[in-house]
């Protein structure tokens, strides 16, 4: 069994800057990628970034040099997106999702960012 915790979110103002975190609490899996999604009220999820086991890096357009998603050198099977820059449509759930191959997927339950003046 895998636990997942995303936890960070919070009010903000425009411009201003969030780092979300991500655990999977496991010893057992070596994940494949590890990515951040978000969904806003009435919209579908969506990928904002992903991580992949080597190294390499993919963002969503929208996200225009403004997130940073990175690994914990310090703790294993932990993530964070750095996220500055911040605008209104930035408003969402954040979901972090872990991977193994192509069927198994774990979730975190989401957290709130608000982007409010």
């Known amino acids: 069994q895998v636990q997942v915790v995303d936890t960070g979110g919070g009010l903000v103002q425009p411009g201003g800057s969030l780092r979300l975190s991500c655990a999977a609490r496991?010893?057992?899996?070596?994940?494949?990628?590890m990515a951040w999604f978000r969904q806003a009220p009435a919209k579908e999820r969506e990928l904002v970034a992903l991580?992949?086991?080597?190294?390499?890096?993919?963002y969503a357009d929208f996200v225009e040099g403004r997130f940073t998603i990175s690994k914990d050198n310090n703790e294993e099977n932990r993530i964070f997106l750095q996220m500055n820059k911040l605008i209104v449509d930035d408003t969402a759930v954040y979901f972090c999702?872990?991977?193994?191959?192509?069927?198994?997927?774990?979730w975190g339950q989401g957290t709130q960012v608000t982007v409010s003046s």
């Open positions: 999702r872990w991977r193994k191959g192509s069927l198994l997927d774990y």
């Open positions: 496991t010893t057992r899996i070596s994940f494949d990628t």
């Open positions: 991580l992949a086991s080597d190294g390499s890096t993919n």
